[in-house]
């Protein structure tokens, strides 16, 4: 179930640095403060529904949201993992859609919701807030023209090797040579991600133990040799 939560104002959060709100003059932090609901959400909800319409955004203070799409056969296709300081539903909103994919908590978060008005008030009211938006939705689109070219060029070896070193990038923490990914995904949730069978996961993952590359603590999963997964990944290529 999810909780209304006393209100952080905006001036005031931690995650605000991370956000394209950071740079906002305070009376328009103050008016998106105003008009903000900060709530609770529990592992598992569901933050909105692909073909629901937006009525405001989601920014996240704290916690992990997974954004996906749903194939017809049911099939979960991760686009991609949304962490503290990150928008969620802007593009629909923007684009006056209905939302392209749904939204779920994969770790305990805390989402600020901002109603339409406010947040189209704020960003016609200021220029670089407005150049900010615009040049995060042409970086998205350019991370999916990307995600597309890998999987149609690049094997699924190749794609786990990607994501875990973008996992270890965006959660990881480090403990001298080796970096644990301090996120719990389901195989599925990993499979959903590269966008392969979950089988082909395990039976992955096995290797990459096998090879040195990762060590798996539990759900969780340490990276052994970043190198390693670099050379695998084609990542600096």
Not at 62 to 91: C, M, P, R, W
Not at 130 to 141: A, D, G, I, P, Y
Not at 191 to 205: D, M, N, P, Q
Request: include cysteine; proline fraction near 2%; charged fraction near 25%.
């Amino acid at each position: 179930m999810s909780n209304p939560t006393k209100n952080t104002p905006c001036e005031l959060c931690a995650s605000r640095k991370y956000s394209m709100f950071a740079d906002l003059s305070e009376q328009q932090i103050c008016t998106i403060s105003d008009h903000k609901n900060l709530i609770s959400h529990r592992k598992g909800q569901i933050l909105y529904y692909e073909g629901t319409k937006p009525l405001g955004i989601f920014c996240i203070n704290a916690g992990v949201v997974k954004v996906y799409k749903t194939a017809s056969n049911g099939k979960e296709q991760i686009v991609h993992l949304a962490q503290k300081g990150d928008f969620l539903g802007y593009a629909a909103l923007l684009g006056e859609e209905n939302y392209t994919n749904s939204a779920m908590i994969v770790e305990d978060a805390k989402i600020c919701f901002i109603p339409k008005e406010a947040f189209l008030n704020t960003l016609l009211g200021n220029t670089q807030f407005f150049k900010r938006v615009t040049k995060q939705l042409s970086h998205e689109l350019g991370l999916m023209e990307e995600k597309l070219t890998d999987a149609t060029q690049k094997s699924i070896r190749e794609r786990l090797a990607y994501v875990l070193l973008h996992l270890a990038s965006s959660y990881g923490i480090e403990g001298g040579d080796n970096q644990k990914i301090d996120l719990v995904l389901s195989r599925e949730e990993i499979a959903s991600i590269v966008g392969t069978a979950t089988e082909s996961i395990i039976r992955l993952l096995s290797e990459f133990k096998k090879d040195n590359l990762i060590e798996l603590d539990g759900k969780k999963i340490i990276i052994k040799d970043k190198r390693g997964l670099a050379r695998l990944s084609d990542f600096y290529a």
